[in-house]
């Protein structure tokens, strides 16, 4: 190739690594060679000279929640601008696949971790990052870990959501969530309680270990039957959508039998009938922004401590909580 281009094997090789600048036009004919010849650099060949995989690793808990594609689509986006790869890998909630999953990217010897972490007190993988090692996690900070952070405040945005409720007038409101050893979770439904109780409110929670248990049948037993609810809150994605399914099955109409609001937005919420009110996370943001948080730690742009930072949620009104919105 640096025959075909007329330049020296040494000009060629600093071109392809990016290692050293060279004049524009000379660049031009590297690459114009490399073209020509059909040429594609051996990246894994690069990333061992340079001790780089030009790869980063992403861990989210749920690869099918609209929340975490967005997130992975826009974290891609700017690994991609920085002539990165990401590989992609799911905890599926567990603490012990979080770990496995981590520990199987460090062996692929990225360049940096983006990590979307349980939260549980069983998820700790401090031990196991190897020192120097950028990390930022999504969604909340890790106990005694020196980690960026990108986030939103989970208590708050539920606190408002269910305030919102109450304004409304509806005083029977049920909280339904999964997993409650989750971070996310848990302070969802710190929030929900912190509502309640500034109204006088007897709370009331419906709490299940898995999905699996979100059945027709729990849902007649547990909620409609013992709490009556005007109103109901699902902390998650996964619950809304296994909810309205269970309300199908027992014939209870949404936004005419009680008032429904989902913390997660999607993309069809606002085609049902009613359309579905819903907390919407900035997936895009948080994505991007933990992304960018990396590439300045691989690249040493800020070597300062760690950075948190929290972005805003924004309730999204439509008909299914009693506003006439439709959006």
């Given amino acids: 190739m640096a025959r075909e281009a007329g330049v020296s094997l040494e000009t060629a ?15 031009a004919k590297v690459h114009e060679a490399m073209s020509r010849m059909g040429y594609v650099p051996n990246e894994l060949a690069r990333g061992l000279k340079a001790r780089k995989s030009v790869a980063i690793g992403m861990i989210m808990k749920n690869l099918s929640d609209p929340f975490a594609a967005s997130a992975i689509k826009a974290a891609q986006e700017v ?10 890998a799911s905890s599926g909630g567990y603490a012990d696949l979080e770990r496995s999953e981590i520990e199987n990217l ?8 983006l990590i979307s972490p349980i939260g549980s007190p069983r998820s700790n993988f401090n031990d196991i990052i190897p020192l120097g090692l950028p ?4 969604d909340q900070p890790i106990r005694d870990g020196d980690y960026d952070s990108v986030m939103i405040n989970n208590r708050l ?18 909280a339904v969530a999964t997993r409650p050893y989750l971070h996310t979770s848990s302070e969802r439904i710190a929030g929900y309680r912190e509502a309640m109780k500034r109204a006088v409110l007897e709370p009331r929670i419906c709490l299940v270990e898995s999905e699996e248990l979100l059945t027709a049948q729990w849902l007649s037993e547990n909620l409609f039957y013992r709490h009556s609810p005007d109103a109901m809150i699902c902390m998650n994605w996964v619950c809304t959508m296994l909810t309205l399914r269970g309300m199908k099955q027992v014939r209870k109409r949404l936004g005419t039998d009680l008032a429904f609001l989902s913390f997660d937005d999607f993309e069809l919420a606002g085609m049902l009938d009613p359309s579905l009110s819903a907390v919407r996370q900035p997936a895009d943001a948080l994505g991007a922004q933990a992304a960018r948080l990396l590439f300045d730690r691989i690249k040493g742009k800020d070597k300062n401590k760690r950075r948190s930072i929290v972005l805003p949620t924004e309730l999204i009104l439509r008909e299914s909580c009693g506003c006439n919105h439709s959006s």
């Fill in 106 to 113: 460090i062996g692929r010897q990225v360049d940096g971790l």
């Fill in 13 to 27: 090789s600093r071109v392809l690594n990016e290692s050293y600048e060279v004049k524009e036009g000379t660049g």
């Fill in 157 to 174: 945005s539920a606190k408002g959501a269910v305030q919102h409720l109450l304004n409304h007038g509806y005083h029977r409101i049920v």
């Fill in 79 to 88: 690994a991609r601008a920085n002539g990165y790869i990401l590989i992609l």
């Fill in 135 to 138: 990390v930022v996690t999504l």
